[in-house]
């Protein structure tokens, strides 16, 4: 059985993971393309017009699956964390999906519930019990699949902390290549802030990566810090938050600025993003408390390239005046 992988949302987080364990109770992955306007057209048309752009996308994902796979794997992510939440769009992704399953002609869904709300070991057992319910595995081998996938997932994270960037260790993730351009003296330091699936997906942000590379930054993304450390830093805030992924941005932001780690920090987030139009206030709260300068890109599917370019270009250059460069730490 071929399961597809939209490659969209927590794609960028999960990859490793999910195709480890899909391939290890004997499924063939296969995962949607890059984003092209093909996609997100076909997400834009089906998707509610009030979603962010990266769920339209996903609808797209799932559309060019068609015809190529047998099913699309669209799990439940209710929570990752105990007593937290992710968005409630990945609370509601199957439902959303499966609503047009029919009418757009989609394969089933495969949708395990992951929840780990109430206690950390509850995701175990529900990747176990959909691997024996959906595919008749006996839990020995479910488990073992789980383990493997686990390593997987580990050895991600240890070399993004590493400092690799999930566009460099993704199956063939890169809109384009930047022109190499050498890090030069007095290089400054950009802090990317955001969710993976808003800052990865060069279609979507108009190869914004490639851009910061190209005009000579050093970049910095949440990735290369340990979650541990990522989570702890997000305790500094007035009121905790509850979302997981919200807390790592909040992290993220908190821990440059203590550590001195950044000149200057890029916060990209979609249109109509609930949690991240209440995080956004935190983030320039602390941006402004530390005199760190940044600059908020909102995105959606008519985000225009000739103006992203010139705000980055802007930003860059007022970096570049602003003196002394923090320290590479
Ligand atoms: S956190 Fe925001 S951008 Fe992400 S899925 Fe939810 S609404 Fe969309």
């Known amino acids: 059985m071929r399961v597809g992988i939209p490659r969209s949302l927590l794609y960028y987080k999960y990859l490793p993971f999910w195709k480890t364990f899909l391939t290890e109770i004997g499924l063939e992955v296969e995962t949607s393309p890059l984003?092209?306007?093909?996609?997100?057209?076909?997400?834009?048309?089906?998707?509610?017009?009030?979603?962010?752009?990266?769920v339209k996308a996903f609808y797209g994902h799932c559309m060019a699956l068609r015809g190529r796979v047998d099913a699309i794997f669209v799990p439940r992510v209710v929570s990752v964390e105990e007593r937290e939440y992710t968005c409630p769009k990945f609370l509601g992704l199957p439902d959303m999906i499966g609503a047009v399953a029919d009418n757009l002609g989609?394969?089933?869904?495969?949708?395990?519930?992951?929840?780990?709300?109430?206690?950390?070991?509850?995701?175990?057992?529900q990747l176990i019990n959909f691997a024996r319910e959906e595919f008749g595995l006996g839990r020995l081998e479910a488990a073992m699949a789980l383990e493997s996938a686990?390593?997987?997932?580990?050895?991600?994270?240890?070399?993004?902390?590493?400092?690799?960037?999930?566009?460099?260790?993704l199956p063939a993730s890169r809109l384009n290549r930047p022109r190499w351009r050498p890090a030069g003296k007095g290089t400054r330091r950009v802090g990317l802030l955001g969710h993976p699936y808003n800052l990865y997906d060069g279609y979507i942000t108009q190869n914004l990566i490639a851009r910061l590379e190209e005009a000579g930054v050093e970049l910095v993304v949440p990735e290369m810090t340990d979650q541990h450390v990522l989570m702890e830093a997000a305790t500094d805030v007035p009121k905790q938050l509850y979302w997981t992924y919200e807390k790592e941005i909040m992290g993220a932001i908190n821990h440059w600025t203590e550590q001195k780690k950044v000149d200057g920090v890029i916060y990209v987030l979609a249109f109509a993003c609930g949690p991240d139009s209440l995080v956004q206030v935190l983030i320039e709260h602390r941006a402004r408390e530390h005199k760190v300068p940044l600059m908020s890109l909102t995105i959606d599917e008519?985000?225009?390239?000739?103006?992203?370019?010139?705000?980055i270009?802007?930003?860059?250059?007022?970096?570049?005046?602003?003196?002394?460069?923090v320290s590479a730490a």
């Open 35 to 54: 984003t092209n306007k093909q996609i997100l057209s076909w997400g834009v048309e089906v998707a509610e017009n009030e979603l962010c752009v990266p």
């Open 106 to 125: 989609l394969p089933p869904l495969l949708t395990p519930r992951l929840n780990q709300r109430e206690k950390p070991s509850e995701f175990k057992w």
């Open 150 to 169: 686990r390593r997987a997932q580990r050895r991600y994270h240890d070399s993004l902390v590493a400092g690799r960037r999930p566009l460099d260790l």
């Open 302 to 311: 008519h985000s225009g390239e000739a103006g992203l370019v010139t705000r």
């Open 313 to 325: 270009e802007a930003f860059v250059d007022m970096l570049m005046r602003k003196k002394p460069a």
